[in-house]
């Protein structure tokens, strides 16, 4: 089945302790993304990977970091989290046709409900 | 900078109903629109997508319509059943934008009752 997993999907941390949230796709896509979702503001993304080792920041990417080093999963990392980034976060994934043209289906993973105290 | 929105934010239909979901957006410069159904612990599934040289598109019961010079699009859900209800977001790829991000609305939260 294809499919975009997050892990985990929910976390309850303290400020200031790094953690990661992986996500992983089984559909052999090139370009994946990160977006956050907050009340009133809707969702928001903070860094998308057009592939391998390329990445770059989206609208909200301070605090966040990410990596990509296999084409199947694309981390994101708070590495000092703050109540602000209490929110709860997407992964997703769509294949790459290149720039200029139409983006494909975007697919994504469940969430990861995120609690900073 | 491409703004979407959502019109109603809430709606409750009686089931059987047919429900009427609105999205605007301020950039016509599109490449498509995409209708996604959010429910509580399921993430977000992809319902339509619209691509900006279409009028409408259709799977089953929704049937999606897009107006780009208007900046509007559509969603309809024929004969709504509990099983509808969610939240329904639309997302928007703006040509402007770099490949692959989507602009979301805010969401209409819709309830069916039986």
């Known amino acids: 089945e294809a499919q975009v997993t997050q892990n985990p999907r929910y976390l309850i941390t303290v400020t200031g302790k790094k953690l990661t949230v992986t996500c992983s796709q089984n559909?052999?896509?090139?370009?994946m993304s990160w977006y956050r979702q907050d009340p009133g503001l809707g969702l928001r993304q903070i860094y998308y990977?057009?592939?391998?080792?390329?990445?770059d920041k989206g609208d909200v990417p301070e605090g966040y970091k990410v990596s990509r080093k296999e084409k199947r999963n694309f981390p994101l990392i708070l590495e000092s989290p703050s109540p602000n980034q209490t929110s709860l976060y997407f992964c997703?994934?769509?294949?790459?046709?290149?720039?200029?043209?139409?983006?494909?289906?975007?697919?994504f993973g469940q969430g990861t409900r995120l609690t900073v105290v | 900078k491409q703004e979407v929105t959502q019109i109603p934010a809430a709606l409750s239909v009686p089931e059987g109903e047919n429900l009427v979901l609105n999205c605007s957006f301020t950039?016509?410069?599109?490449?498509?629109l995409q209708w996604f159904r959010q429910d509580p612990g399921k993430g977000l599934t992809s319902l339509l997508l619209?691509?900006?040289?279409?009028r409408e598109q259709t799977s089953g019961r929704l049937n999606a319509s897009l107006d780009k010079s208007s900046g509007r699009s559509t969603l309809y859900i024929a004969a709504s059943q509990p099983g509808d209800s969610a939240t329904y977001l639309c997302?928007?790829?703006?040509?402007?934008?770099?490949?692959?991000?989507?602009?979301f609305g805010a969401g209409t939260q819709v309830v069916v009752t039986p």
């Open positions: 990977s057009m592939n391998v080792e390329v990445t």
């Open positions: 619209i691509q900006s040289s279409q």
């Open positions: 950039d016509s410069a599109i490449y498509n």
């Open positions: 997302a928007v790829a703006t040509k402007a934008d770099s490949w692959g991000k989507l602009q």
């Open positions: 559909m052999n896509h090139e370009y």
């Open positions: 997703a994934s769509s294949l790459f046709t290149g720039t200029g043209t139409p983006n494909t289906e975007a697919f």
